[in-house]
């Protein structure tokens, strides 16, 4: 059985009123309690599978999950317990009760004969509530309160769920959209399950995500590359985003929730050709918390490695820069209901659960990419020839270029072999390490000149600053050059 279902975490503020209009129609009140299980080590929580006993009132259900598609879609076997299965406390785990379900073969094939034990418990109090809707739409929507407990720690629950059970897909992110409206709600992936195992592991949020190759076919069209490309960008982004909108200020968790937008916005313009059902509409909101993501990840530059530099070379004594935007606004960015329903919107387009689609591109997809492919690295090669003398705006622009070319590539890179992949992309790498460098010496010169008017001591950090970053723009035309002489690997033969 595949489970589609969207969860959501509701700010404190706006509990009250929601709580009000769940209990408007019938509800379903049932008390819950779970036990979860793995190996020592964690074998099940790093391969995405959670495996429970969960009294539902008076019913004790061995539950089994894998992960799907999207964060979205899982692999799920449910084996209700006979009555007499426990008498007092909770009954006996037996993995063998899922045994015929795709999900069965999975757990086996990762736990093979590692040992299983508790690791956490969680206690709900759930409202239930089905929504029906025109269409034959059928939602089921949880309401959850209560607490996941592993040891002495202890996270509170306050989220609901919507699970898609019959009619039009996109029924269900059309009701998630007019709740997130009224209601502030913001998508997280952690399940419980997950959220128990980084307590017991004493972690607040999950490790960033990085981005992960496309299953893709050579003969997919244009739609097909465009949402599995899509779908890609949005495992990235949900998972570092939920964790950024939960409070997280990991770097790293920054890091890649801006790699996640930024692929996400490239799909967006250059593959808009190929599907209609790509909506321009998307990049505004998605633009902004790039942005502000962006000034947040320049001031952690500027308070760690610039100022020690700076004290390194010399510097005369300077008051550290202000305080980068604190964890409060970046989260609130992340929540924003524009934000939160282009990703909501993403989500659906990937699942072919939208209402607006169809292609726009004849024939293979990957043969359009290799032409704008072809383009951008044409347009590399022009502009490193005068890139010394270009102002800091053209500069930072043929390091945008220079992203796109890298990142569009990488959505058809699995087509190729691995060899001419891997050396297009190490042709690439130190261009975009003397670029990134580059930039982070011109948005530091930048911040120290604005200082030095009522700080004349930061003076001593413009000059030096300056001559860094001349010889940093050398250097970084020289690795253009290098960037612009890589062979395409998309004009080799794609795999079949």
Known sequence: MHEIELKFQIPETRF???????????????RMQAHYFDTADGLLARHEIALRLRLEGTQWVQTLKASGAHGVSRLEHNAPLPADAATTGAPALDIDRHRGSPAHQRLVDVLGDAALHEVFR??????VHVFTLPGGVEIEAALDTGRVVAGSATHLLREIEFEW???PLHGLFALASEWIDAHGLWLDIVSKAERGTLLSRGQAHPAAARAKPLQ?????DGPALARAAMGSCLAQV??????????SRQPEHVHQLRIGLRRLRVVLREMAPLDCGLDPGWEAPIADLFRALGVDRDQQILEDETADALVAAGSPPLTRPRPSSDVEALAARVQHADVQQVLLAVQAYAMQASDVGGGAHDGPAVDAMAERLDALLHRLVAHSRGFVEASVDDQHAVRKELKRLRYLAE???PLYRDKPVARFFDALAPAQDALGRHNDLAVARAAYRERAESEPEAWFAVGWLAAQ????ARAARKALKQAGAARPFWHGTPRR
């Open 16 to 30: 009250a009123p929601l709580r009000r209009q769940f209990l408007q129609g019938p509800t379903e009140a049932v």
């Open 122 to 127: 969680t206690e709900v109090d759930r409202l």
């Open 165 to 167: 059970k019959a009619g």
């Open 216 to 220: 893709l076919s050579v003969d997919a």
């Open 238 to 247: 949900l998972r570092n985003a939920s964790a950024m909108a939960a409070g």
């Open 411 to 413: 959505f058809i890179a």
């Open 469 to 472: 970053q001349a010889r940093s």
